[in-house]
Antibody, heavy 117, light 107 residues
Framework: EVQLVETGGGLVQPGRSLKLSCVAS????????MYWIRQAPGKGLEWVSS????????YYPDSVKGRFTISRDNAENTVYLQMNSLRSEDTATYYC??????????WGQGVMVTVSS | DIQMTQSPASLSASLGETVTIECRAS??????LAWYQQKPGKSPQLLIY???SLHTGVPSRFSGSGSGTQYSLKINSLQSEDVASYFC?????????FGSGTKLEIK
């Protein structure tokens, strides 16, 4: 059974940093691209980042480029999201998701990030 | 960036009815479209990919269609467990973008 478990969320002040982790199980992690997607409270979905199988290629929308960094450890079946210079508009539930062709067949339960002073 | 315009924003229908949700892309996305269902308090779940392919385990009352810039999700014989928000997503080009969602309720 595929499982994706995110951790690392919480309350953080504007301008500070936070690192999310997502531990995967139930599939060959190193064979799949992985993604982070977020959802602001009561709002829609926004793609945040993508990483290829060996971690050599990463992609971001303009809204987080230069502030967020996705990475992975295939030995630990874990994908990370390092978030720097956080803003109030980054407040959201963050999901990690498994690739099925640039769309997502499995999602984690999500982790809440609140950016507030 | 490819903009995805989804309609309606909300929808109320009776049990057993058929409902349709639309997504329009700002340019041709060549069937690079997925649909997701998100039940209250839960993570999204994949329903449809490649515009019209049903994901494993999804009931056959769900179907997708469309081409070019216009796509739709149809739910036949609406059931109580279909109460959810539905989102489209284009993956033809980066940045990956989602529609704004449709909230489906039972009348």
């Amino acid at each position: 059974e595929v499982q994706l478990v995110e951790t690392g969320g919480g309350l953080v002040q504007p301008g500070r940093s936070l690192k999310l982790s997502c531990v995967a199980s139930g599939f060959t992690f190193s064979s799949y691209w992985m993604y982070w997607i977020r959802q602001a409270p009561g709002k829609g979905l926004e793609w945040v980042s993508s990483i290829n199988t060996d971690g050599g290629s990463t992609y971001y929308p303009d809204s987080v480029k230069g502030r967020f960094t996705i990475s992975r450890d295939n030995a630990e079946n874990t994908v990370y999201l390092q978030m720097n210079s956080l803003r109030s508009e980054d407040t959201a539930t963050y999901y990690c998701a498994k690739d099925y062709g640039s769309y997502f067949d499995y999602w984690g339960q999500g982790v809440m990030v609140t950016v507030s002073s | 960036d490819i903009q995805m315009t989804q309609s309606p924003a909300s929808l109320s229908a009776s049990l057993g009815e058929t409902v349709t949700i639309e997504c329009r892309a700002s340019e041709d996305i060549y069937n690079g479209l997925a649909w997701y269902q998100q039940k209250p308090g839960k993570s999204p779940q994949l329903l449809i990919y490649n515009a019209n392919s049903l994901h494993t385990g999804v009931p056959s009352r769900f179907s997708g269609s469309g081409s070019g810039t216009q796509y739709s999700l149809k739910i036949n014989s609406l059931q109580s467990e279909d109460v959810a928000s539905y989102f489209c997503q284009q993956y033809y080009n980066y940045p990956l973008t989602f529609g704004s969602g449709t909230k489906l309720e039972i009348k």
